[in-house]
């Protein structure tokens, strides 16, 4: 374990699903939710729903180290439901090599809006509740992305903890007509739009709407999420 390896949170809403992982040691993730794979040396799981009932609140209650990733159709991966709408979709099966509790838990205290997190091992181990596990960039850009998606715009999160597999800070990336618009918190080449601290929300996804429509406005593709 080094303070700088990457923990990928999850989300599990299902109970059978939490049963799964708690029997099997694997969890999964649609392609289409991260297109250039998956990586992360640990994976922790953010529970809601019926798979957070008997623990009281929603929150981060396990996680694990991974043995392996592998591509597989949601029906290979869930035979029992042949009928699901994604069933021939492509899903990453993450391998644990275990499943560990988180003591005590990260609780959502302030009730953000949960996803998928990328944060660090020093970040993970340090965390009293599940905001400290953004750094100052990824809250801002966590902001800019669900005002994104409030707008309907379909928009990929990059976190602070995935610089080593993107090369960028945290950043938003939407795939356009005539190429992907970039809004990171960084200035850099490829960057159409800086994200800087000082300016107003609007202000921001005013400058990235503009870039998005001179770059043909969005590709539209799919959200899948079970």
């Known amino acids: 374990m080094f303070p700088d390896d990457r923990v990928l949170v999850g989300v599990i809403n299902r109970k059978r699903d939490l049963d799964m992982l708690l029997r099997e040691h694997w969890y999964r993730i649609p392609e289409s939710q991260m297109p250039q794979g998956v990586y992360t040396e640990y994976v922790a799981f953010f529970l809601s729903g019926s798979a957070a009932r008997r623990f009281g609140a929603s929150g981060i209650y396990y996680y694990g180290k991974r043995s392996g990733v592998e591509l597989q159709l949601r029906h290979q991966l869930l035979p029992d439901e042949p009928n699901h709408k994604h069933a021939n979709h492509r899903y990453y099966k993450v391998q644990l090599h275990s499943v560990q ?52 715009v379909r928009t990929q ?39 800087e601290k000082a300016a107003a929300e609007d202000e921001i996804l005013a400058r990235i709407l503009a870039a998005m429509k ?7 593709t799919p959200m899948l999420y079970d």
């Not at 959502?108 to 599940?130: C, G, L, P």
């Not at 990059?158 to 918190?185: N, S």
């Not at 001179?214 to 539209?220: D, E, F, Q, R, S």
Request: proline content about 6%; some cysteine; overall charge negative.
């Open 101 to 152: 509790e988180k003591t005590p838990p990260l609780l959502n205290t302030d009730n953000r809006v949960i996803s998928f997190i990328y944060t660090t091992w020093d970040r993970f181990v340090k965390a009293q509740i599940v905001a400290d596990l953004y750094s100052h960039d990824d809250y801002f850009v966590d902001r800019i992305y669900h005002a994104l998606r409030d707008k309907r």
């Open 214 to 220: 001179a770059k043909g406005g969005p590709v539209i």
């Open 157 to 195: 999160r990059f976190w602070d903890a995935e610089r080593r597999a993107t090369g960028k800070p945290a950043h938003v990336r939407i795939l356009c007509e005539q190429g992907p618009v970039y809004a990171a918190m960084e200035p850099g080449e490829d960057v159409d739009v800086f994200i």
